[in-house]
């Protein structure tokens, strides 16, 4: 009688289940990553290092860590808003405002991109009005942080949410009481609560405006005078140039693709300190 019973479970066991993900992390992911490394090393050191050393690829690396940094912080500053906003408060629209954060998401990036280079331009709506105050969005560094923002965004409100539904009003209250003033209480009550969640959501928009492509093509003018080349467009002109060079390309993106590995590091470390907090 007190032989254990088997749990059933609802998909096949355990041997089926394995050898479908390994096929199909295998195809989509560890192949593809595996070409690039086969590419790159068709090259010799030597001439890898003269390649990822030259300054139009230093300058791109620079603007792509920039820019995606500095997008990211303003998505942790406003993302932070948002998540509270949609958290805290009920209103209405609620819903369709809570929707729409998936749209970077849902729609292209070239659509994105498109958008916004019209939009941000001289003749657009926003670029006119930063015109008049000295500002130049599109074919700029400018504009290429406004796209990586609108990609980014959804990473840090979608990181907070989850940590702003469970951590409880009461903290906010007792703070009050014990005479904190508002400031106090964020700072010293809620901040801590959020930061690991936070700093998880800015990894993931830096790693993913590093390599961002799609939306900031248009928006960013690729002038290598102007400092506004992404590392994603230096990949495509070695791919889309009259001599196709796979090796150059590769070289680079496996450059680009040990950055978001250590990022990706960090973003789990982050979680599992996360974790620790929360079993406390």
Do not use: C, W
């Given at each position: 009688m007190a032989k254990k019973q088997k749990s059933k479970r609802v998909l096949p066991g355990f041997g089926l289940t394995m050898g479908i993900s390994v096929a199909m992390f295998s195809l989509l992911i560890f192949i593809p990553l595996a070409s690039i490394l086969i590419y790159s090393f068709r090259m010799s050191f030597g001439e890898f290092l003269e390649l990822i050393t030259r300054s139009n690829v230093c300058q791109a690396f620079a603007t792509s860590i920039t820019c995606a940094f500095i997008a990211s912080v303003i998505n942790c500053i406003f993302g932070l808003i948002l998540a509270w906003v949609l958290v805290r408060y009920n209103f209405p629209g609620k819903r369709l405002m809570d929707g729409m954060i998936e749209l970077p998401f849902a729609i292209p990036t070239s659509v994105a991109g498109i958008t916004l280079s019209k939009m941000y331009s001289d003749q657009g709506f926003f670029g006119s009005l930063l015109e008049k105050v000295g500002i130049k969005a599109s074919y700029s560094k400018v504009g290429i942080v406004i796209a990586l923002v609108f990609v980014g965004i959804p990473f840090v409100v979608r990181a907070l949410q989850p940590v702003l539904e469970k951590l409880p009003e009461s903290y906010e209250e007792a703070s009050e009481i014990l005479g904190a003033s508002r400031f106090y209480t964020f700072?010293?009550?809620?901040?801590?609560?959020?930061?690991?969640?936070?700093?998880?959501?800015?990894?993931?928009?830096?790693?993913?405006?590093?390599?961002?492509?799609?939306?900031?093509?248009?928006?960013?003018?690729?002038?290598?005078?102007?400092?506004?080349?992404?590392?994603?467009?230096?990949?495509?002109?070695?791919?889309?140039?009259?001599?196709?060079?796979?090796?150059?390309?590769?070289?680079?993106?496996?450059?680009?693709?040990?950055?978001?590995?250590?990022?990706?590091?960090?973003?789990?470390?982050?979680?599992?300190?996360?974790?620790?907090?929360?079993?406390?």
């Open positions: 700072r010293r009550v809620i901040l801590p609560e959020l930061t690991p969640a936070l700093l998880a959501g800015f990894g993931l928009a830096l790693a993913r405006g590093i390599g961002e492509y799609g939306s900031v093509i248009y928006i960013s003018g690729n002038s290598e005078r102007e400092g506004t080349q992404m590392v994603s467009y230096v990949i495509m002109q070695k791919l889309n140039s009259g001599r196709v060079d796979h090796e150059g390309a590769a070289a680079i993106a496996l450059v680009l693709l040990l950055i978001s590995f250590l990022l990706l590091f960090i973003v789990n470390m982050v979680q599992v300190i996360a974790g620790r907090r929360t079993k406390r």
